[in-house]
């Protein structure tokens, strides 16, 4: 068993300190560890702090071109898109899918959305609410902000669910199998239930196993996301990047 791959990791482009290294680091540690492919997944383009730049797109396609050649590891330009309205609008534009090899998507706090009931509904009901006893209308809200925007956007992966942001997994993974999405178990945290992960089996649901790498020496990192693989039973077949690559619905050539 092997896992190939590492689609959630980000670098400076991560602004303010948020992400550490360069793409030669996290590729070269990528490198270090055995895996084969990697994909640089930075913040998307509306969070006000850690949020990557568009302008800065073409440094990073070159970055990917050198690190790529030095490393002969495979990278993929991604990008860890922000849920940004109610009706499952992502801060990613049409014209950003020219260059997007993988789009991850989560929701995240300090986000700028358009409209100020998206703010206070989404961005404020979770960040100031008890994460402990969501109620059942920021649950079913939540829910349907995700559906919609699996039902709207090519969405490869779906980051850290629960995190911050309670939801109806089992909903939401019902929707992402259909749409040929991935559910992650995420490398530093797997905020979805074992009972929840165990039916997400049974049912067909494909995940995939990410470090979500904010330095270099953690890119590759996935043990907790294996552990529970190995604890459920879930079957090897239904991770994407064990003893094989995923295939994304964005990646070019």
């Not at 084969?36 to 073409?58: C, L, S």
């Not at 649901?205 to 043990?223: M, Y």
Request: aromatic share 8%.
């Amino acid at each position: 068993m092997i896992l190939l791959g590492d689609y959630h990791t980000h670098t400076k482009y991560s602004r303010h300190g948020h992400g550490k290294g360069t793409v030669l680091e996290n590729a070269s540690v990528a490198n270090e560890k055995g895996l084969k492919q990697i994909a640089i997944t930075d913040h998307g383009f509306n969070h006000n702090f850690y949020g990557v730049r568009r302008r800065d797109i073409p440094d990073i396609k070159e970055d990917i071109l050198n690190a790529k050649e030095v490393t002969g590891v495979d990278i993929l330009l991604g990008v860890e898109a922000n849920l940004i309205s109610l009706n499952g609008d992502i801060d990613v534009n049409i014209e950003d899918f020219e260059f997007l090899d993988v789009l991850a998507m989560g929701f995240h706090k300090l986000v700028h959305m358009d409209k100020n009931q998206d703010f206070w509904k989404l961005s404020m009901a979770n960040i100031f609410s008890s994460p402990f006893a969501p109620s059942k209308e920021k649950v079913n809200r939540n829910t349907t902000a995700f559906l919609k925007a699996l039902d709207k956007y090519p969405i490869d992966i779906l980051t850290h669910i629960n995190y911050g942001f309670p939801v109806d997994a089992l909903a939401v993974a019902k929707l992402a199998k259909e749409k040929g999405t991935y559910i992650e178990l995420n490398g530093k945290r797997i905020n979805i239930s074992e009972r929840d992960l165990d039916t997400m089996a049974s049912e067909g649901v494909k995940f995939i196993l990410n470090s979500d790498a904010h330095t270099p020496d953690r890119v590759g990192e996935c043990n907790e996301g294996l552990n529970l693989i190995f604890k459920l039973g879930i079957p090897l077949a239904q991770v994407a990047n064990i003893d094989k690559l995923p295939k994304f619905q964005n990646k070019r050539g």
